[in-house]
C-alpha cells in the first residue's frame, strides 16, 4: 500500500504531514512513525502529524516525536499543520483546530502563520531555572556560551535527571541580546537531540523572560538555530492570556510512502 505524505518546516523544526482524514493511517504502528522519522531510513524529520476530521473545530492535530510517541503540544507543528490545511484548501485565512492540550486559533498574515498556544497560570522559578507547561513541559535556563556549549550532553543530563526522569522535559538554553531579544537552543525529549527551533520552548521562552523581569515587553523575539519567532502574550493576575507564536511555515516536499 503507498500513501501520500508531505514535509513541512517551522524554523527549521520539521514534520512529515500525513491528511488522515480518511483514517487509513495506523496510529498504533509506532515502529513505522519512527521508522519515517529516521533521517538515513527514512523522509526525516523532528515528528511526524496527522490531519484529521473535527465535529466542531476545522481540523484537528495528532503530533508524534521522532521516536514514534503520541506527545504534548507541539508549536511549530500546529503552525506547520494549518498551514498544510490551507494547501489543501480545508481553511481559509483563520481557523480553530484541536491538539491534545485543547484548542487552538490560528491566523495567516502573509508568509507567517499566527497560532494562538494555551493560556500559561503558573510559572516556577527554582532560581537556577524556571519550569513551565505551554502545551508541553519547558526548562528554561541561561547559557553564556550558547553558540558552543554541549547541548546534546548537557540538555540530555538535565532532561533525564531530577526532577523530569522518564516522563521528562524539553530544555532550552537562553542568552539575552536586548531588551526582547532573546537566542535560544532546545533539546527536544522525544527527538532526544537539539531542534533548529521549538514553538512550545519560545513561548516559554518569552513568558520566562517576563516573569524574571528580564524583559518589560509583551512581545518578546526569539532567535532560534533555523531563524526567528516572535511571541506575545498579556500578563494578568491569573497569569499570561492571549499567547499567541508567529512565524514562518512552509511546505517542503510530496511524496509517496510505500509500507
Ligand atoms: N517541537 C515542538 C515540541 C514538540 C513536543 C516535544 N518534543 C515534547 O515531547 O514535549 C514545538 O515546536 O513546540
Known amino acids: 500500500m503507498t500513501h501520500t ?15 488522515n482524514r480518511l483514517n487509513t493511517f495506523n496510529k498504533q504502528d509506532t515502529a513505522l512513525i519512527n521508522r519515517l522519522c ?11 502529524i496527522l490531519l484529521e476530521n473535527h465535529d466542531e473545530a476545522d481540523f484537528k492535530m495528532v503530533y508524534y516525536n521522532a521516536d514514534g510517541n503520541e506527545s504534548t503540544m507541539c508549536g511549530n507543528g500546529g503552525r506547520c499543520l494549518s498551514q498544510f490545511a490551507k494547501d489543501l484548501n480545508v481553511i481559509d485565512k483563520k481557523a480553530s483546530f484541536e491538539a491534545i492540550d485543547g484548542m487552538h486559533h490560528v491566523v495567516f498574515d502573509g508568509d507567517l502563520v499566527q497560532l494562538q498556544m494555551q493560556d500559561v497560570p503558573t510559572v516556577e522559578d527554582h532560581k537556577s531555572y524556571v519550569f513551565l507547561n505551554t502545551g508541553s513541559p519547558h526548562h528554561v535556563q541561561f ?36 531588551s526582547n531579544e532573546f537566542q535560544v537552543r532546545t533539546y527536544e525529549r522525544g527527538v532526544e537531540d537539539e531542534t533548529l527551533s521549538c514553538g512550545t520552548g519560545v513561548t516559554a521562552v518569552a513568558i520566562a523572560m517576563n516573569y524574571l523581569g528580564e524583559t518589560p515587553d509583551n512581545t518578546v523575539h526569539l532567535k532560534v538555530q533555523g531563524g526567528e519567532l516572535k511571541v506575545s502574550f498579556t500578563k494578568t493576575e491569573s497569569g499570561y492570556n492571549n499567547v499567541w507564536l508567529t512565524g514562518p511555515a512552509k511546505q517542503v516536499f510530496k511524496g509517496e510512502i510505500a509500507w
Open 38 to 48: 529516521d533521517r538515513r531510513f527514512g523522509i526525516g524529520a523532528d515528528g511526524l
Open 143 to 178: 547559557e553564556d556560551n550558547i553558540a558552543s556549549f554541549d547541548i546534546k550532553t548537557i540538555g540530555r543530563n538535565i532532561r533525564n535527571g531530577a526532577p523530569y526522569y522518564k516522563e521528562g522535559t524539553n530544555v532550552n538554553f537562553v542568552k539575552k541580546i536586548s
Open 5 to 19: 505524505f508531505y514535509k513541512y518546516q517551522g524554523t527549521g523544526n520539521d514534520f512529515v504531514m500525513i491528511d
